[in-house]
Nanobody
């Protein structure tokens, strides 16, 4: 059974930092492209960052330069370091995995495994 379990969310003030983790079980994460998505209340789920099996990363414009995605395949764990947080970063954050090597990396329809999410709240 495949499980992706996120942790590390919380409440911070604007300008603060958080580090999200996603522990993967049931699959070997090194064989998958991994990504972080987020969904704010009343909005569509959007891609934040992705990391290929070979370590190549992609970021949305809204987080580029502030967020860093990384992976430790020995621990089957995905990370998202979030710095300089803004109130507009408030959302539920989800990790996801795909075996696909093709298609837009921040397109949620590319991903077939999802976690349950961890909430992030940034106050001004």
């Amino acid at each position: 059974q495949v499980q992706l379990v996120e942790s590390g969310g919380g409440s911070v003030q604007a300008g603060g930092s958080l580090r999200l983790s996603c522990v993967v079980s049931g699959i070997t994460s090194s064989s998958y492209c991994m990504a972080w998505f987020r969904q704010a209340p009343g909005k569509d789920r959007e891609g934040v960052a992705s990391i290929e099996r070979d370590g190549v990363t992609s970021y949305s414009r809204s987080v580029k330069g502030r967020f860093t995605i990384s992976r430790d395949d020995a621990k089957n764990t995905l990370y998202l370091q979030m710095n300089s947080l803004k109130p507009e970063d408030t959302a539920m954050y989800y990790c996801a995995a795909t075996e696909s090597d093709y298609g837009p990396r921040l397109d949620l329809y590319q991903y077939n495994y999802w976690g349950q999410g961890t909430p992030v709240t940034v106050s001004s």
